[in-house]
């Protein structure tokens, strides 16, 4: 069975870092792309990027290019979405997926982060 | 990047009605689109991939159809268990976008 882990909820304070994790099983992670997805409080879904964990290979969707960084480390199958300075404007679900032909087949059961003072 | 755009945004709709949500790229996207489920709290499910494609395991009363710019998510019959709000996605460019989302609510 192919099971998503993602780490649990956050509460943060702007301009700290974070950096929040998805473990994936059930499958060969390295022959998959794993996505983060963001999906603010009564908003819709919106790419954030993806990496290839087999060759480093990371993409970063336009608006998300410079404000986060995306990696994995193979060895325990996980997957890492990290902010190094974090605004009230990034209060989210985040979601990890993983990605069959650039669409999402499996899903985390995703992080929140709340950022507040 | 591709803009995708549903309609409508909110549904009512009866245990038994056929119901269709529609999905308008921005360009040409060609079969290159997915549809999802999801329920309040909860991720999102995969329920058609390359415009027709049921996933294995979803209801056949779930279809899609469509190519180019125009695509259309039916359920046949409406069961209790299908509230929630569906969202389109490309994957044509680089780009993945996702339409806004339509909610559909069982009257």
């Known amino acids: 069975e192919v099971l998503l882990v993602q780490s649990g909820a956050e509460v943060i304070k702007p301009g700290e870092s974070l950096q929040i994790s998805c473990q994936g099983s059930?499958?060969?992670?390295?022959?998959?792309?794993i996505a983060w997805l963001r999906q603010r409080p009564g908003e819709g879904l919106e790419w954030m990027g993806m990496?290839?964990?087999?060759?480093?290979?990371?993409r970063y969707g336009p608006s998300f290019q410079g404000q986060v960084t995306i990696s994995a480390d193979t060895s325990i199958n996980t997957a890492y979405l990290q902010w190094s300075s974090l605004k009230a404007s990034d209060t989210a679900m985040y979601y990890c997926a993983r990605v069959r032909g650039f669409y999402f087949d499996y899903w985390g059961q995703g992080t929140l982060v709340t950022v507040s003072s | 990047d591709v803009q995708m755009t549903q309609s409508p945004s909110t549904l009512s709709a009866s245990v038994g009605d056929r119901v269709t949500i529609d999905c308008r790229a921005s360009?040409?996207?060609?079969?290159?689109l997915a549809w999802y489920q999801q329920k309040p709290g909860k991720a999102p499910k995969l329920l058609i991939y390359?415009?027709?494609t049921l996933e294995t395991g979803v209801p056949s009363r779930f279809s899609g159809s469509g190519s180019g710019t125009e695509f259309t998510l039916t359920i046949s019959s409406l069961q209790p268990d299908d509230f929630g709000t569906y969202y389109c996605q490309q994957y044509n460019n680089y780009v993945l976008t996702f339409g806004q989302g339509t909610k559909l609510e069982i009257k």
């Open positions: 360009q040409s996207v060609s079969t290159y």
């Open positions: 390359q415009a027709s």
């Open positions: 990496t290839y964990s087999g060759d480093s290979d990371t």
């Open positions: 059930g499958y060969t992670f390295s022959r998959y792309w």
